[in-house]
């Protein structure tokens, strides 16, 4: 029986630490099994996703810049699933016994669980800032839906942040959502109970915190979205303040063991997948 294959596709992808994450897992479990990058430009996007099913591809994740492309494609020809349907995006892919390709979005599904087990922190009926209004906002915000008493969002981009308000209010309750900029932003994040930084800021060594150490109080909840470094800036500076804090490597995890056992059916093993995550960080 021949390996079967799977990985990621994205544009650029080979910096990506999912190979590490799930080879281990397919090891693990004695799976004869590969997890590869592909790296497609957005005009080929269509052409390998049509020939996935006859290049005997079993499972794919999807990184940016394809997520939404992805979502187009097997909206057209496949089936979304709720979470890939409500965000707007496709992360993950599963050729069907039919031949059709089904679409999946682990992403809020992946962070919430990080939220849960690593940060210990139950959103429902709390107050939520999340600072940026991109992809990945919206795969938190989306997710969380009506279980948080109160999301507030601000983005650089005004528009952005609006776009992200009208996709929600599109399946959630409107007075749970509202949008906030500039001197608001501190007494916004003063009254959260969680914070959530979904901008690109703390990818770089250099990067600074994106909110000023003075918005953070002890006891407060953060959560860092960037993933590849071990610790952050904004992390630093909540843990100097006595809030908990996490990077976003969790929800890394666990986006991909979702991925994982949609495509398996077999129960991914956490404990693996993280210690190979972190080993790769450090390399």
């Known amino acids: 029986m021949a390996k079967l294959k799977y990985g990621l596709i994205g544009y650029p992808v080979k910096h990506s630490l999912s190979p590490a994450m799930h080879n281990a897992a397919f090891n693990e479990l004695g799976m004869d099994a590969e997890y590869s990058l592909f790296e497609v430009e957005p005009k080929e996007l269509d052409i390998f996703l049509k020939e996935m ?17 992805a979502r187009d494609y097997i909206e057209k020809s496949g089936v979304l699933d709720e979470n890939a349907g409500k965000l707007g995006a496709v992360n993950t892919i599963k050729p069907g016994d039919d031949g059709k390709l089904r679409g999946y979005n682990t992403d809020g599904p992946g962070f919430y669980r990080s939220l849960v087990e690593d940060l210990k922190f139950e959103p429902e009926g709390r107050t939520v800032f999340v600072l940026g209004a991109g992809g990945a906002a919206r795969a938190v915000v989306m997710y969380l839906g009506n279980g948080p008493k109160r999301i507030i969002v601000s983005d650089v981009d005004n528009k952005r942040a609006e776009d992200l308000k009208s996709q929600y209010l599109k399946y959630y309750d409107k007075s749970r959502i509202e949008i906030t900029t500039g001197a608001d932003i501190s007494g916004a994040i003063a009254g959260a109970d969680l914070l959530v930084n979904a901008t690109p800021v703390g990818m770089r060594e250099a990067d600074p915190s994106p909110v000023e150490k003075s918005m953070l109080r002890a006891g407060m909840y953060v959560y860092d979205l960037v993933y590849n470094r071990p610790v952050t800036e904004l992390v630093k500076a909540a843990q100097r303040a006595r809030c908990y804090a996490s990077t976003g490597l969790g929800m890394l995890l666990y986006q991909g063991a979702i991925a994982f056992e949609i495509w398996t059916g077999r129960q991914a093993p956490i404990a693996v997948m993280r210690k190979a995550l972190k080993a790769a960080l450090r390399t």
């Open 53 to 69: 099913p006859a290049k005997k591809i079993s499972g794919l994740n999807v990184t940016i810049p394809h997520k939404i492309g």
